[in-house]
T-cell receptor
Framework: AQKITQTQPGMFVQEKEAVTLDCTYD???????LFWYKQPSSGEMIFLIY??????QNATEGRYSLNFQKARKSANLVISASQLGDSAMYFC????????????????FGQGTILTVHP | NAGVMQNPRHLVRRRGQEARLRCSPM?????VYWYRQLPEEGLKFMVY????????ESGMPKERFSAEFPKEGPSILRIQQVVRGDSAAYFC???????????FGPGTRLTVL
């Protein structure tokens, strides 16, 4: 089974509107972290937002928020007020707890969603 | 505080040659991770290192690939006898501890002719 599933290969949104990018995950660990990264056409990986499995509040960072639904194992990224510069590939990633309950850092990435923002 | 540095940014090799990719983590970061991104795919974990130690190399191909992170100097990902299938973007990431977010370098794009 895929550990991280991003079911939307491509998404389109009108400038200034909000968009939700889906991410579901699969883990048996109690302690894990979920990340979203943005990869523009220039290729670099830009960290956007992080949600820990024990965090009770949904993470927010400026125009980015993470809709964390633990029971459904989903961690969707919401981008509000889309801008043309948001056009990029977006990756969801998970870090699982290691042996002994100690998280050790390795990230597993989904296949990504290409977001295109139209003017 | 400079970010994660990788060099070269672009590397072209002929089949059978060696490729050496370098990664300098952010200041104060002792954890380094290497990932590979094949065209049109997500990143795949290769190896996790701390200073002078390989912690997890479960994502490394068994042959031709090796990684090190010496006490002094950058982390090196070495690919011997490159083949066309090694063409990819190789990203390095670093973090101060294993449970912090990872900061990525700009990547090295390897092309094997």
């Amino acid at each position: 089974a895929q550990k991280i599933t991003q079911t939307q290969p491509g998404m389109f949104v009108q400038e200034k509107e909000a968009v939700t990018l889906d991410c579901t995950y699969d883990t048996s660990d109690q302690s894990y972290g979920l990340f979203w990264y943005k990869q523009p056409s220039s290729g670099e990986m830009i960290f956007l937002i992080y949600q820990g499995s024990y965090d009770e509040q949904n993470a927010t960072e400026g125009r980015y928020s993470l809709n964390f639904q633990k029971a459904r194992k989903s961690a969707n990224l919401v981008i509000s007020a889309s801008q043309l510069g948001d056009s990029a590939m977006y990756f969801c990633a998970m870090r699982e707890g290691g042996a002994g309950g100690t998280s050790y850092g390795k990230l597993t990435f989904g296949q990504g969603t290409i977001l295109t923002v139209h003017p | 505080n400079a970010g994660v540095m990788q060099n070269p940014r672009h590397l072209v090799r002929r089949r059978g040659q060696e490729a050496r990719l370098r990664c300098s983590p952010m200041k104060g970061h002792s954890h380094v991770y290497w990932y590979r991104q094949l065209p049109e795919e997500g990143l795949k974990f290769m190896v996790y290192l701390q200073k002078e130690n390989i912690i997890d190399e479960s994502g490394m191909p068994k042959e031709r690939f090796s990684a090190e992170f010496p006490k002094e100097g950058p982390s090196i990902l070495r690919i011997q006898q490159v083949v066309r299938g090694d063409s990819a973007a190789y990203f390095c990431a670093s973090s101060p501890h294993s449970d912090n977010e990872q900061f990525f370098g700009p990547g090295t794009r390897l092309t094997v002719l």
